[in-house]
């Protein structure tokens, strides 16, 4: 298996702009994560999707934040209107069951 | 909701030493604990984990163990070598999963 897939691997964009991350997850898992990691914060848990549907939003920090998860082998996390302070790495993660997550490479986001 | 502490932040050790890492959490209804290993520009990856019907758990060079009436786990690093190095992170998982602050392990050669 491929793992999971994340794209871009780098985003850099200006303030104001609409940012959309991609993930697909490991075939078969039903669960699908997004995570944040800042040097301030460490890895915060954004949002998870179980069998497509969103379970548990309050991680996500503001409604400049959504996350959809239209099948089961896609999800995006998208910024609209992006600001500096959302720089970060972003991780998407799948799992069998909410246990045994496994991430993918991760999205460097950078807004200027 | 949860809150997972990690100590140390940093700890550096000589190749060949051992190496412990602590974790402390404050829901006791807890049951799922898992370590991960970061390396540079890559993504956490899973290394060991625990449930909490378990006191201790082995994987060759690494082992985890967990005291749930004190609500403390830890991951133990033996014989360690220059590619254990990375940040390595706790998570305690209930209904969602939160994660230590990271301890930067460093095995000097």
């Known amino acids: 298996d491929a793992g999971v897939i994340q794209s871009p691997r780098h985003e850099v964009t200006e303030m104001g702009q609409e940012v959309t991350l991609r993930c697909k997850p490991i075939?078969?898992?039903?669960?699908l994560f997004w995570y944040r990691q800042t040097m301030m914060r460490g890895l915060e848990l954004l949002i998870y999707f179980n069998n497509n549907v969103p379970i548990d939003d309050s991680g996500m920090p503001e409604d400049r934040f959504s996350a959809k998860m239209p099948n089961a082998s896609f999800s995006t996390l998208k910024i609209q209107p992006s600001e500096p302070r959302d720089s970060a790495v972003y991780f998407c993660?799948?799992?069998?069951?909410?246990?045994?997550?496994?991430f993918g490479p991760g999205t460097r986001l950078t807004v200027t | 909701g949860e809150n997972v502490e990690q100590h140390p932040s940093t700890l550096s050790v000589q190749e060949g030493d051992s190496a412990v890492i602590k974790c402390t959490y404050s829901d006791s209804a807890s049951n799922y604990f898992p370590w991960y290993k970061q390396e540079l520009g890559k993504g956490p990856q899973l290394i060991i984990d625990i449930r909490s019907n378990v006191g201790e758990k082995k994987d060759q060079r690494i082992a985890v163990t967990l005291n749930k009436t004190a609500k403390h786990f830890s991951l133990h690093i033996t014989e360690t070598q220059p590619e254990d190095s990375a940040v390595y992170f706790c998570a305690a998982i209930y209904h969602d999963m939160r994660f230590g602050a990271g301890t930067r392990l460093t095995v000097k050669p």
């Open positions: 993660a799948s799992s069998l069951a909410i246990y045994e997550q496994y």
């Open positions: 075939s078969g898992h039903d669960y």
